[in-house]
C-alpha cells in the first residue's frame, strides 16, 4: 500500500528531535517569515510551466506511438490477409527487418527521456522547503492552537478564533498534523486532527493531485484513528475505527492483521483500565500563555491609568510633545505613539526582506558564544547599527527624546518579521543572570519594539504577571523597563510574542544598555523625588 510505506516514512523523519533542527541555521526556514513566500510561488509557477511541457512532450510522444502502434496493426493485418505472404521474398527480408531492427529502436525511443523537463525539476528540488520548514509550520499551527484555544474542525473550516476566512485544509493537510502530532505523543490533539481529516474526506467534492497519487483513503485514516485511539487505551474505539478500515478495505492483510492483535488484546484487558493522559504540559501552558487574545480581565490598577503629551523627557518635545500610554507603572510599560512615520516603516521592510536569516537565540552566561536557531522563537530578522542611514538616525535621535534614555549606549537594531503561527515563547530580554550582575558587564536596562505594521489578528505583546496584552499598532512603540530601579530583574517584565494568527508581523527591536544610564536613569528607591530622574518615569513619580 503506497500510501501507507509514505506514512511510515514520514514517521522515520518524525522521530528527529528538535535539537537535530539547529543543523541547517543557514537554511531558508520558509514558514518562520512571509518574506520567502513570492519567491515560494514564483517557484511553483515554474515547476508548473515545467510539468506543463513535460505533459506536452509526453504527449506527443503517446502520439508518435500510437501512430506506430496504428501502422503495425495495419501491417500485421496485411500479412494475414496474403495466402502467399511468405513466397515472396522481400516479404519475408521486410518482417525479418523489421523484428529484428524496428522494435530495436522502438525500445530506445521508449527509454528515451521526454525533453529537459525532468532535468530543471531535478535542479529546482534544493530550492524547496525542506523537511524542518514542514516541522515549523506544523509547531505553529499546533501552538497557535494551543495559545487561542481554537478547535481542530474550525481550524480546518477557516474559522480562526472567532473570524471565517474563505480557506480550508485539506484531508492530507489535516493528516499531516495529525501524524506530527502522533510522533511528539500528543495523543488527544492527533485524534482530533485525525477525525477532522476523516470529515473533510467525507465532505470532499474533488481530490487534490497528490491525493490522487498516493491517498490517502478512508481506510487509511481509519486505521490511523485506530492506531491513535490505542495510545490512548480507547480499545472500543479502536475496534471501531478498525471495523470501519476492514469493511472499506476487507483484503488488506495489515490491516487484519493489526485488527485481529486488537481484539484479543482488548478481551485480556481490564474494563476499568483508565485512559492515558499526554505528557505534562504545565511548561507550555507557562510559555503559551491563554490571554493572547486579550480577552481576559485586567487588574484593577491598570485599568485607571491614562495617556499624556509628553514634554518632559527633551527640551524637543516642549516643541513636538509625544502621546505616550501609561500601560503599567510596575513593571513601567509605555505606549509611544506616531514613533516612526508609515514611509520610513515602508523603507525598513523593503531594505530588509532580501536579508533576512532565521532569527537565534544565545546564552550570555555560556562560554560558547555560538547562536542557535531554536524552536521557541519563530521568525527572521536582520541587524542595522543605530547610524546606518538617516532614517535610523532619526529613530534613535527620537527615541532618545520619548525615554529620556541615553542612546549612545544600545544594541543595534533588530527587525524581525513573523510567518506561520510566529510567535516566541515567554522570556525575559536582560541578558545576565543574578550570579554575573554588577561585575561591570552590560545588561538590557530597557526594551523598545517598534510596530511596523498592522497585523489583522494576533501578534499581540502579553505581560503574563500583570495580565496585560498589546496589540500592533502601525508606527507605535512599546517600551518597558526590564531592570527595577536598583538595577536587578524585573520579573514583571516576562512577556511573550503571541503567535500570528493571519497577516505578517513586522517589529524592530531596540535594547537600551544599562551602563550609561547612570546619570539619566540612576538607581534610587521608590521614594526619590522626580527631580532625581530624567527618563520617561518622570511621567508618573
Not at 493531485?209 to 487505551?233: N, S, Y
Not at 478481551?267 to 491563554?290: F, G, K, Y
Not at 533588530?414 to 515563547?425: D, K, M, T
Request: proline residues 4%.
Amino acid at each position: 500500500m503506497l500510501f501507507w510505506r509514505l506514512v511510515l516514512l514520514g514517521m522515520l523523519f518524525l522521530s528527529l528531535s528538535f535539537g537535530q533542527l539547529r543543523e541547517n541555521d543557514a537554511q531558508q526556514r520558509f514558514s518562520r517569515s512571509v518574506v520567502n513566500m513570492d519567491d515560494m510561488l514564483n517557484l511553483e509557477d515554474d515547476l508548473v510551466t515545467n510539468v506543463e511541457k513535460l505533459a506536452e512532450a509526453l504527449s506527443r510522444k503517446a502520439k508518435t506511438i500510437k501512430w506506430g502502434v496504428f501502422k503495425m496493426m495495419k501491417r500485421r493485418q496485411e500479412y494475414k490477409s496474403s495466402r502467399k505472404l511468405f513466397a515472396n521474398p522481400i516479404d519475408t527480408f521486410s518482417l525479418i527487418r523489421h523484428m529484428q531492427s524496428d522494435w530495436l529502436m522502438w525500445l530506445k525511443y521508449l527509454e528515451m527521456p521526454v525533453g529537459q523537463e525532468l532535468a530543471v525539476l531535478n535542479s529546482r528540488m534544493p530550492l524547496l522547503p525542506k523537511y524542518f520548514d514542514f516541522i515549523d509550520a506544523a509547531e505553529g499551527i499546533r501552538k497557535m492552537q494551543a495559545t487561542y484555544q481554537m478547535f481542530s474542525a474550525d481550524i480546518a473550516n477557516g474559522l480562526l478564533d472567532g473570524v471565517q476566512y474563505n480557506s480550508s485544509l485539506k484531508p492530507i493537510d489535516c493528516l499531516a498534523i495529525g501524524l506530527h502530532l502522533m510522533n511528539n505523543s500528543r495523543w488527544y490533539a492527533a485524534e482530533q486532527w485525525i477525525s477532522v481529516s476523516i470529515e473533510a474526506y467525507d465532505q470532499k467534492s474533488s481530490q487534490t493531485e497528490m491525493e490522487l497519487l498516493r491517498g490517502p483513503k478512508m481506510a487509511d485514516l481509519c486505521r490511523i484513528l485506530g492506531q491513535v485511539q490505542m495510545k490512548q487505551r480507547n480499545h472500543e474505539g479502536a475496534l471501531q475505527a478498525y471495523q470501519v478500515a476492514l469493511k472499506l478495505s476487507p483484503h488488506d492483510p495489515e490491516i487484519y492483521e493489526e485488527y485481529r492483535i486488537l481484539e484479543k488484546r482488548d478481551l485480556t484487558l481490564s474494563d476499568i483500565e483508565p485512559m492515558a493522559q499526554d505528557e505534562d504540559n504545565s511548561h507550555e501552558r507557562l510559555v503559551l500563555p491563554p490571554c493572547c487574545s486579550g480577552r481576559c480581565a485586567v487588574p484593577r490598577n491598570l485599568s485607571s491609568l491614562y495617556c499624556v503629551y509628553n514634554h518632559v523627557t527633551s527640551p524637543f518635545l516642549q516643541l513636538a510633545p509625544i502621546k505616550t500610554e501609561i500601560l503599567s507603572v510596575d513593571p513601567f510599560v509605555l505606549l509611544l505613539h506616531d514613533m516612526i512615520s508609515q514611509k520610513e516603516s515602508t523603507l525598513i521592510r523593503n531594505s530588509s526582506k532580501e536579508h533576512m536569516l532565521p532569527s537565534a537565540t544565545t546564552d550570555p552566561d555560556s562560554s560558547d558564544t555560538e547562536t542557535q536557531v531554536d524552536t521557541y522563537r519563530t521568525s527572521k530578522s536582520v541587524w542595522y547599527s543605530s547610524d546606518f542611514n538617516d532614517t535610523t538616525k532619526k529613530i534613535t535621535e527620537r527615541l532618545g527624546d520619548a525615554t529620556g534614555l541615553d542612546t549612545n549606549f544600545t544594541e543595534f537594531y533588530q527587525v524581525i518579521n513573523y510567518g506561520l503561527g510566529g510567535f516566541f515563547e515567554t522570556h525575559l530580554d536582560m541578558l545576565l543572570s543574578e550570579k554575573n550582575r554588577f561585575n561591570g558587564t552590560r545588561d538590557r536596562i530597557a526594551t523598545t519594539l517598534f510596530y511596523l505594521n498592522e497585523v489583522r489578528q494576533g501578534g499581540g505583546t502579553y505581560f503574563p504577571r500583570i495580565n496585560l496584552t498589546v496589540f500592533p499598532q502601525p508606527g507605535s512603540a512599546l517600551f518597558w523597563y526590564n531592570l527595577d530601579t536598583n538595577g536587578n530583574d524585573h520579573m514583571g517584565s516576562l512577556h511573550t510574542g503571541c503567535p500570528v494568527i493571519v497577516g505578517s508581523k513586522w517589529v524592530m527591536s531596540k535594547w537600551i544598555n544599562d551602563m550609561g544610564q547612570e546619570f539619566t536613569r540612576p538607581c534610587i528607591d521608590s521614594s526619590s523625588s522626580s527631580k532625581e530622574v530624567l527618563s520617561a518615569e518622570r511621567l508618573i513619580i
